[in-house]
């Protein structure tokens, strides 16, 4: 997807209004989700950013793979977030802190462009607020080696792409697998909670490229 000056404004723009929510995050969702859920009054409350940037003439989206530490997410592609802390003032702000601890982007120079629709996943019994943020230029990435064990530059058009969805055979969690639905980059596999929100943006996305 080329670089289009007033795309970022249109995004920002379509953000404001209703979102498709469920029925777009669904198509990208494990077959063992079901479409509502009881949000339990212990579940943590956690946000993410979808970080999306310029690069060689058309926009990216920044990802990372998890460092292997045996948690529930361990070695998953995900976007950069974590759970919200006491001194957070906003869903808004935990994003881009975590954001600038993980991958060492200046929270600063991030424009936030909106929200995307809030996602329960059961596994870690977190309740995740996703933002779409917006860097001026490709960031010098600087990611915590504890956290992240490698920074996935992803353009965006490549989850237009039909070829790059199908459904795959993951391991869930030591050893149980089941058949889900998920995004193929290159060597990598991004699927559940991360794919089921990247699902979301990509209907925006369409709504609104020229």
């Not at 980059?185 to 943006?201: C, K, Q, R, Y």
């Amino acid at each position: 997807m080329k670089y289009d000056p007033g795309f970022i404004e249109r995004l920002r723009l379509r953000l404001q209004q209703p979102l498709p929510g469920l029925d777009a995050q669904m198509r990208m969702a494990p077959p063992v989700r079901g479409r509502e859920y009881v949000i339990p009054p212990n579940a943590r409350r956690s946000a993410v950013l979808a970080l999306l940037y310029p690069c060689q003439d058309q926009y990216y989206l920044a990802f990372m793979k998890r460092a292997e530490d045996g948690r529930v997410h361990s070695g998953q592609v995900c976007f950069p977030g974590g759970r919200r802390e006491k001194e957070d003032t906003d869903y808004t702000f935990t994003a881009l802190r975590e954001t600038e601890e993980e991958l060492g982007v200046p929270a600063s120079k991030v424009a936030v462009l909106g929200p995307l629709t809030e996602l329960y996943i059961p596994p870690s019994n977190s309740l995740v607020y996703p933002r779409v943020g917006y860097y001026p230029g490709r960031p010098q990435f600087k990611p915590d080696q504890k956290e992240v064990a490698q920074v996935l530059e992803v353009p965006l058009g490549h989850f237009l792409k039909q070829e790059v969805v199908g459904r795959h055979r993951v391991d869930v969690h030591a050893g149980n697998y089941i058949e889900a639905p998920g995004y193929t980059v290159g060597e990598h596999l991004i699927w559940g909670a991360t794919a089921m929100i990247i699902a979301e943006l990509m209907h925006l996305v369409r709504e609104i490229r020229n």
